[in-house]
């Protein structure tokens, strides 16, 4: 069994994750596309290719919960991330990352851990799904101490 087989992850058009993050170390990013953050799609588009043949990927999870700088359908997300910043990593369908409606994903990756602060929060799961770093906002997909921790992750 999966680490997140029970989670209820859908892609962003509704259809089952399936086996595409099976055996992988995953950077997972609750996203935006109307933050000040946002340009870190380029940085994050550029590590997931980096790093896919050693069992990587990152994950990006909409949430409009922070300045409701999310408001957009499945559709309007998905070709704004491909038309914008080529986006080809998975992104899940949108979730609520925090309060009584926080999905079995963040109740999976916060645990007893304090609330998601703002957009582009990082997780760094290993393979087996324990979460083994977690990174603010402005921490950069570049960011020397966040490629260690995915590095470790990978093993």
């Not at 999966?2 to 892609?11: Q, V």
């Not at 992988?24 to 109307?34: D, E, F, M, T, Y």
């Not at 990006?60 to 080809?88: H, K, L, M, W």
Request: a negative charge; glycine letters at 10%.
């Amino acid at each position: 069994m999966r680490w997140y087989d029970g989670l209820g992850l859908e892609r962003l058009d509704g259809t089952p994750i399936g086996d595409a993050l099976a055996d992988k170390a995953l950077l997972i990013v609750n996203v935006a596309s109307r933050c000040g953050f946002t340009p870190q799609y380029e940085g994050l588009v550029a590590l997931h290719h980096e790093l896919a043949g050693d069992a990587f990927a990152v994950v990006g999870v909409p949430c409009n919960q922070f300045g409701a700088q999310e408001p957009g359908s499945p559709d309007e997300i998905a070709t704004f991330c491909r038309t914008t910043y080529a986006v080809d990593f998975p992104l899940l369908a949108k979730q609520d990352v925090n309060g009584p409606g926080r999905s079995a994903l963040y109740r999976h990756l916060i645990g007893d851990g304090a609330d998601i602060r703002w957009n582009f929060e990082k997780f760094v799961v290993d393979k087996s799904g324990r979460v083994t770093a977690r990174f603010g906002s402005r921490t950069r997909p570049e960011d020397s101490e966040l490629r260690v921790a995915i590095a470790d992750a990978i093993g």
